[in-house]
């Protein structure tokens, strides 16, 4: 079956824009994680939702970003005001009820001039 | 939850067995071996868990000993296309308590294959 989807596959902005990045998890997983990968660094956690309950948004590095998740199923994150040190790879993995198991995305490159 | 201990790369012939060991010495009753594997550029790959037992799939074998306090995934006949960042994560069992199954990655076994 279809994996999870990031869209845009790449993005370049500049400084100070905000920018919204697009996951659509696995049909039928009801959880979703948020991580970036800087260069040459492992994943950071930043945002997980689990169904109907609120977010998990302890790993949100600043206020400038925030993430929805709409009818349960596609999310956007949304970095506003953007800075050249979320230049990154942006992760979004699901899970399904009753299941450890994460499935990553493919990922969105951010990069910011 | 319990961190992990990988060596930081391996190489291994093409056709070959690969044996990534993984040390999880403080790893708790409840939790989890998983391992992933990160290909240049693309999103973490799910490769396969175990508890206590053995485990085999399509992919890969898992080892746990009898202790569980460490782990050996077997690429049983490794192409150059294995060649990536391989992870080993102790996850606690479902929704792990507070930590609700978030994924700690650390450096990982950099397995190079080679003709």
């Known amino acids: 079956g279809a994996g999870v989807s990031q869209s845009p596959s790449n993005k370049v902005t500049e400084k100070g824009k905000d920018v919204e990045l697009r996951c659509d998890p696995i049909?039928?997983?009801?959880?979703l994680y948020w991580y970036r990968q800087s260069l040459g660094q492992g994943l950071e956690f930043l945002i997980y939702f689990q169904g109907n309950s609120a977010p998990d948004k302890s790993g949100l590095p600043s206020d400038r970003f925030s993430a929805e998740r709409t009818g349960g199923s596609v999310s956007t994150l949304t970095i506003q005001r953007t800075q050249q040190e979320d230049s990154a790879v942006y992760l979004c993995a699901s899970r399904q009820s009753g299941s450890d198991t994460q499935y990553f995305g493919p990922g969105t490159r951010l990069t910011v001039l | 939850d319990a961190k992990t201990t990988q060596p930081t790369s391996m190489d291994c012939a093409e056709g070959r067995a690969a044996n990534l060991p993984c040390n999880h010495s403080t790893i708790s009753g409840n939790e989890y071996v998983y391992w992933y594997r990160q290909i240049h550029s693309q999103g973490p790959q799910y490769i396969i868990h175990?508890?206590?037992n053995n485990e085999t799939n399509e992919m890969a074998s898992l080892i746990i000993t009898e202790d569980r306090k460490s782990s050996t995934l077997i690429l049983p006949h490794a192409t150059l296309r294995d060649t990536a960042v391989y992870y080993c994560i102790v996850v606690g069992g479902f929704a792990g308590g507070t930590s609700y199954g978030k994924l700690t990655f650390g450096q990982g076994t950099i397995l190079t294959v080679h003709p």
């Open positions: 049909s039928g997983h009801t959880a």
């Open positions: 175990g508890l206590k």
